[in-house]
């Protein structure tokens, strides 16, 4: 017997649309549609790692495009959970097998990224923080926690192995008198993944407007510099989308808590790590878990 066309479309149309966000966000991490390549090798990092502020440690040339966002956007009651789930699964004495790093570009955009989406990535940092996705606040605080453990053992100890981490972006480490041992770039590595847990920490919550960061060192320090920033010749007429619009800049971003434009920082604005400096950030993610009720989060792309 025939089905009729109608149901016959009907069908095609609910397989079509039936991606899961688990598939949802293995595609787009496998293929994140951006690829952005560095023009200039960053400065060399201080093995010591300080902590760039509302930024990531290590420079990645693979992003997700606008239109993979706008996806991700549109399926967030989906995703968020698949991402609370991978983070909350996530152990650094277990962590997922690396996949083949064979990678596939086509001009500006990424085919195959040759990352695991169960991997801490930048991709996977992109999608909480362009979704907001503060519900995984207490995992980045496990994880960090565990992270910084086992970093503390190995550093005590070179009979202590340094702890495995899969680190997809580039840092520039020293290369002339002060070259690193194998050890001790495996060692940067992990503090750079552990710096980039509380910056996830900072970013989440300065998307929230978290009154306790807006009124920190962290938030005073990044005011001054994206304020001077946007004193510079090529910015300083530049006050609203529309002049960004009438100058050919409509890529500028507008900072959502100044207003003012943000562009390329030849010095990005850091702080020297500490112990002080992780228990601060820590001390405001615990606090807004805690304080700050799920029906006051913000999406701050919603206007």
């Given at each position: 017997m025939k089905l009729p066309l109608a149901i016959l479309f009907f069908s095609t149309a609910s397989l079509l649309a039936a991606e899961s966000g688990e598939a949802l966000v293995d595609r787009l991490i496998r293929s994140p549609g951006e690829f952005d390549q560095m023009c200039d090798a960053p400065p060399p990092l201080d093995p010591k790692v300080p902590l760039p502020i509302y930024k990531l440690v290590a420079d990645r040339d693979m992003h997700l495009s606008a239109a993979n966002i706008a996806e991700l956007r549109k399926h967030r009651d989906e995703v968020v959970p698949v991402l609370k789930k991978r983070l909350a699964?996530?152990?650094?004495?277990?962590?997922?097998?690396?996949?083949?790093?064979?990678?596939?570009?086509?001009?500006?955009?990424?085919?195959?990224?040759?990352?695991?989406?169960?991997?801490?990535?930048?991709l996977l940092y992109e999608m909480v923080l362009n979704l907001d996705v503060v519900d995984v606040l207490p995992d980045l605080l496990r994880i960090e926690e565990q992270l910084r453990s086992l970093l503390e053992k190995a550093d005590e100890s070179r009979k202590v192995a340094v702890p495995a981490v899969d680190l997809d972006g580039f840092v520039n480490l020293p290369e002339d008198e002060k070259v690193l041992s194998k050890r001790d770039k495996a060692m940067t590595h992990g503090r750079v993944v552990q710096r980039e847990l509380l910056s996830m920490m900072l970013q989440l919550l300065r998307s929230q407007k978290y009154p306790p960061l807006l009124e920190s060192e962290f938030e005073k320090k990044y005011a001054a510099a994206i304020k001077a920033r946007a004193q510079e010749e090529d910015l300083k007429d530049i006050k609203t989308p529309a002049d960004a619009k009438a100058k050919q800049e409509e890529y500028l971003e507008f900072d959502p808590v100044y207003g003012v434009p943000l562009s390329y920082m030849r010095e990005y604005p850091t702080v020297a790590f500490s112990g002080d400096v992780r228990n601060q950030i820590r001390?405001?993610?615990?606090?807004?878990?805690?304080?700050?009720?799920?029906?006051?989060?913000?999406?701050?792309?919603?206007?």
């Open positions: 699964a996530f152990d650094f004495t277990k962590p997922p097998k690396a996949v083949s790093k064979k990678q596939k570009f086509k001009e500006e955009t990424v085919e195959v990224s040759g990352i695991n989406p169960r991997q801490l990535s930048g001390g405001f993610a615990e606090t807004f878990t805690k304080t700050v009720p799920k029906e006051q989060w913000k999406l701050s792309w919603v206007k």
